[in-house]
């Protein structure tokens, strides 16, 4: 690789680590080079395990970083507008729902036109949101995360033993290569090993740019979850792979 090259992964890799996320777009802008090349250098970063590779960008290669909500709620977002629309197919007047937060599940709970349905949720952008066709919005106790946008902690845990929602809709950041939903904090894994406990049918919303993702803690094997919904891209041998084990899969 040339000086300049070095140069340029150096000023990328530093900006990563200061901001968390970057978009391949914003680090164009910034270093006056082209997309393709900053694609090139960051697919070589991930390699080297300096950077996280994900849909539009990288993030911080700690893997202590989840990219920024605002990011998140833009990436893949036609693909998350299918799983959301199939989603609300599930639904039924009067059901009492938990939408876990992020930006696939805020999607849904945007789209939800059945009467009378109950929410209960740790997401902010849910509670910050009304929606017309839901009669009653629950917010879980905990510590606000501003830059997730949703609500975390041990208080959060002990709210789920206090409902009985018809119907769980969770979220991750993603699958590990053997099938398992990943988080990138303990306590996100102990909220969603609840969430998989309760007598409800649970349902996870993941697009197909999640799959085979990293992440620093494993919160369950998939299943423990009734049904899965993704993307029409998802890969034969992903879908094959969760049918075999036991998981309903709905492909929007």
């Known amino acids: 690789m040339t000086a300049k090259g070095k140069e340029r992964q150096s000023a990328i890799l530093n900006y990563i680590t200061t901001n968390g996320y970057a978009s391949v777009t914003e680090l164009a802008d910034l270093l006056r080079v082209s997309e393709s090349t900053i694609k090139r250098d960051l697919d070589v970063m991930d390699r080297e395990n300096l950077v996280q590779r ?30 959301a629309k199939a989603a609300c197919g599930l639904l039924e007047e009067g059901d009492a729902l938990f939408i876990d937060a992020g930006s696939t599940t805020f999607a849904f709970y945007q789209q939800i036109a059945v009467p009378k349905v109950t929410v209960f949720t740790n997401s902010l952008s849910i509670l910050t949101a009304p929606n017309p066709h839901v009669a009653h919005v629950y917010a879980l106790e905990g510590e606000a995360y501003i830059k997730s946008m949703l609500l975390r902690g041990a208080l959060c845990v002990e709210n789920l033993d206090r409902i009985h929602p018809d119907k769980v809709f969770i979220s991750s950041i993603g699958l590990s290569p053997d099938y398992w939903i990943l988080d990138k904090h303990d306590v996100g894994c102990a909220f969603t090993r609840r969430l998989l406990q309760m007598p409800s049918r649970k349902i996870i919303l993941l697009d197909s740019t999640k799959f085979t993702a990293s992440g620093t803690f494993r919160s369950a094997p998939i299943e423990l979850v009734d049904t899965m919904i993704t993307n029409s891209e998802v890969s034969q041998t992903d879908a094959d792979a969760i049918r075999s084990r036991g998981v ?4 929007a």
Do not use: D, M, W
Request: hydrophobic fraction near 35%; charged fraction near 25%.
């Open 54 to 83: 994900k849909h539009g960008g990288a993030f911080s290669g700690t893997g202590s970083v989840t990219p920024p909500y605002a990011y998140r709620a833009k990436a893949a977002k036609s693909e998350k507008f299918r799983i």
């Open 248 to 251: 309903e899969l709905i492909i």
